[in-house]
């Protein structure tokens, strides 16, 4: 079974703060995915990242930045936290050697306020 | 741009009636398309996709959706709901190519004893 862990479920932090958020999976997959979940909203695309040390913006990449340096791992960093980031955070990973290419798989999410 | 309409932002089903969930999609080729459910407070599990072959597809916990090209739809069924399905779910559309899911903004179940 595809595995993929954040390293919080629940997080609480004060504006400001550089805060670090970390995703691990273990079925090397390619592809791993950062996303924000807020009521009425859905998912929205943070970032991506196809390879090591790669990575592309996704829809609301402002305020955000990621980081890559293995390919089991993919961390968020929030440089300077703020009330409005406060929200649910998912990471999810595929693999595109395998059909369907872009099924992706979820960790539990973590749940962060800023306060 | 391709996007995906839920239309329901939420749906309250008595236990023990049949459940359809909508999703339309806006693509012009055969998308990938994929249903998630999310329990609260978790992350998101795969229920079912469609990606080629027989357009009514089985999932897990008895769900099954049906891909309707002529309608650009690809709804959610389930015969006969346990409280246990009380959640969100997601609809999830993509091309072949691309590695980006596009999401529905979900429908939240809500079941009634």
């Known amino acids: 079974d595809v595995k993929v862990t954040q390293s919080s479920r629940y997080l609480v932090k004060r504006t400001g703060e550089k805060v670090f958020l970390e995703c691990v999976q273990d079925m090397d997959h390619e592809n791993m995915f950062w996303y924000r979940q807020d009521p009425g909203l859905g998912l929205r695309l943070i970032y991506f990242s196809y390879d090591v040390k790669m990575k592309e913006k996704g829809d609301i990449p402002e305020g955000y930045s990621v980081s890559r340096e293995k390919k089991e791992r993919f961390s968020l960093i929030l440089e300077s936290a703020s009330t409005n980031q406060t929200s649910m955070y998912l990471c999810?990973?595929?693999?595109?050697?395998?059909?369907?290419?872009?099924?992706?798989?979820f960790g539990p999410g973590t749940r962060l306020t800023v306060l | 741009a391709q996007s995906v309409t839920q239309p329901d932002i939420h749906i309250t089903v008595s236990e023990g009636a049949s459940l359809e969930l909508r999703c339309n999609y806006s693509?012009?080729?055969?998308?990938?398309l994929f249903w998630y459910v999310q329990s609260p407070g978790q992350g998101l599990q795969l229920l079912l996709k469609?990606?080629?072959?027989d357009t009514l597809v089985q999932g897990i916990k008895g769900f099954e959706a049906e891909f309707k090209r002529s309608q650009s739809s690809f709804n959610l069924r389930k015969p006969s709901v346990h409280w246990s399905d009380a959640a969100e779910y997601f609809c999830a559309v993509a091309e072949k190519s691309n590695y980006q899911l596009i999401w529905g903004a979900g429908t939240k179940l809500i079941i009634k004893p």
């Open positions: 693509y012009g080729a055969t998308p990938y």
């Open positions: 999810a990973s595929s693999s595109p050697l395998a059909e369907p290419y872009n099924e992706q798989f």
């Open positions: 469609y990606f080629s072959g």
